[in-house]
Structures are given as structure tokens and as C-alpha cells.
């Protein structure tokens, strides 16, 4: 089977789909988006899985910036802050969550730059135009190691979990590749992949 895939917001998939995108399977960021298509009747519930747990990290692409437990966001010595788009993406809820407990909005929300998506957000951080972003563990990490720059792992008591689930959407029904994808995301070859 051959996979073409789209990365963007869930936010805006969701609304894809419910104008007819052609998508088979959508892998969320979120779990309440393919609960929320299943209630639609825009996909099969009983396909419903969560193949990942979203992990939050703020993140800076120079070293010794991001200290171990974020206080560098109470620092006054950096312009930008990317964080995505909390009414798409689900990190950006996140972020915000993390924000609001820290008790730093009212000193950082002028600084703060929203990316469309993820990946958006990542590249803000990547190409140095924001010094600090949130973003996914799983962009800045490599085989347990952080790939460059520093990084503070956002403990999970500051923002809601973010599972991920995937869902068969009608347009997939019939089709024998989506089927398999959902298959091989409930296998050990995925789960070794994703962890």
C-alpha cells in the first residue's frame, strides 16, 4: 500500500473533512476530534484508537537558553515566544495551559507568536525568528537525546494529556490501505517507532 500523506493543523483538517475532504484516516493531536467526526457520522467509532501521547517542551534552538525547569520565561532578555494556534492545535492549548499555571501571561503575551500548526511553530523556533517556542518532544528529540539547542521538558501536571487519536473516516471505509495503517499503528513495529 502507498500512503500519501497531509501534516497540517487538526483544526483545519476537521473542517476538511467536514466539507468533503477526500482524507481515508486522520491521525489527530487530539482525541476530540475523531470523537467528535465519529459523532458526526463522518467516521466509525469502533476505529477509534489513541496511537500516541503528545509530550510538551519549550525549547530553544541555542544552548543554555532553556534552563531545566522553564524559568526562562519569567526573563525579560528574549523576543519571541511561537506557540501554535490554541484555537487549531492542540499543543497550543497546551502551551497556554502551561502559561497560564507558570501565572506569566500578563508579562508574555505580547511576545508571544502563534503558528498555524506544529510544525509552523517548530520552524519559528528552528530558523532562530522566535528564540523560544512549545513544541512536541518528538520534533527536538532523536533515540533519547535532544538534537540541538536546549530544552525543558514541560511536566504533564501543567497541561491537559494530549492523546493523540486516529480514526477511519468514511471516505475510508472500503479501502484496504486505510484499514492496514490503523493496523500497523496498533503494532509493535509502530509502538517501538513512536516511543
Known amino acids: 500500500h502507498?500512503?500519501?500523506?497531509?501534516?497540517?493543523?487538526?483544526?483545519k483538517f476537521y473542517a476538511q473533512i467536514v466539507h468533503g475532504a477526500p482524507f481515508g484516516v486522520l491521525l489527530a493531536?487530539?482525541?476530540?476530534?475523531?470523537?467528535?467526526l465519529a459523532q458526526q457520522g463522518l467516521g466509525e467509532d469502533a476505529t477509534r484508537m489513541t496511537y500516541a501521547t503528545g509530550r510538551l517542551v519549550l525549547w530553544s534552538r541555542q544552548s543554555g537558553v532553556v534552563d531545566a525547569q522553564?524559568?526562562?520565561?519569567?526573563?525579560?532578555?528574549?523576543?519571541?515566544?511561537a506557540v501554535a494556534n490554541p484555537k487549531l492545535a492542540p499543543y497550543?492549548?497546551?502551551?497556554?495551559?502551561?502559561?497560564d499555571k507558570l501565572g506569566v501571561r500578563a508579562r508574555i503575551n505580547d511576545r508571544i507568536v502563534l503558528?498555524?500548526?506544529?510544525?509552523?511553530?517548530?520552524?519559528?523556533?528552528?530558523?532562530q525568528n522566535a528564540q523560544l517556542g512549545f513544541v512536541a518532544m518528538s520534533q527536538v528529540m532523536a533515540d533519547g537525546r535532544l538534537v540541538e539547542g536546549s530544552v525543558w521538558a514541560v511536566p504533564a501536571t501543567l497541561y491537559s494529556p494530549l492523546r493523540q487519536d486516529a480514526v477511519l473516516l468514511n471516505k475510508g471505509q472500503g479501502n484496504a490501505a486505510a484499514t492496514a495503517l490503523l493496523q500497523y499503528l496498533k503494532g509493535v513495529k509502530a509502538r517501538a517507532v513512536i516511543r
Open 115 to 127: 503558528g498555524e500548526n506544529i510544525a509552523q511553530t517548530h520552524q519559528f523556533v528552528a530558523t
Open 92 to 99: 497550543g492549548v497546551a502551551a497556554m495551559q502551561t502559561i
Open 29 to 36: 493531536a487530539d482525541e476530540s476530534t475523531p470523537q467528535k
Open 2 to 11: 502507498k500512503a500519501l500523506l497531509s501534516f497540517g493543523a487538526t483544526g
Open 70 to 81: 522553564g524559568k526562562v520565561l519569567e526573563r525579560t532578555d528574549w523576543h519571541h515566544l
